[in-house]
């Protein structure tokens, strides 16, 4: 079966880098055409898509945090990674890996999520 999982820390210091790493198991991020993605959601509100990173390695980011997001892969691992740098207190939320699908912004597969706080 397929499995996400994210791991990273649960608190970070403002101004400091927010790393997360998405393992994959039972699917391939290489597989053709496949998109694999970082989503927040914050406390009470809706999902916000953060970035993508195709099968070739290629990437999307949203606008407005774009400048300060960068998304990676480490395929020897069947692993994607986030940075988010510059973090503030409103990038408190609840961050999901998820992907497996032939279209962009659309999630086969989710992992259970990893709340970030912020610490101010």
């Known amino acids: 079966q397929v499995q996400l999982q994210e791991s990273g820390p649960g608190l970070v210091n403002v101004s400091q880098t927010l790393s997360l790493t998405c393992t994959v198991s039972?699917?391939?991020?290489?597989?053709?055409?496949?998109?694999w993605s970082w989503i927040r959601q914050p406390p009470g509100k809706g999902l916000e898509w953060i970035a993508y990173?195709?099968?070739?390695?290629?990437?999307n980011y949203s606008p407005s945090l774009k400048s300060r997001t960068s998304i990676s892969r480490d395929t020897s691992k069947n692993h994607f990674a986030l940075e988010l740098r510059a973090v503030t207190p409103e990038d408190t939320d609840m961050y999901y890996c998820g992907g497996g699908t032939t279209r962009a912004y659309e999630y086969n597969y989710w992992g259970e999520g990893t709340q970030v706080a912020v610490s101010s």
């Open positions: 990173i195709k099968y070739d390695g290629s990437t």
């Open positions: 039972g699917d391939s991020i290489e597989k053709d055409y496949t998109y």
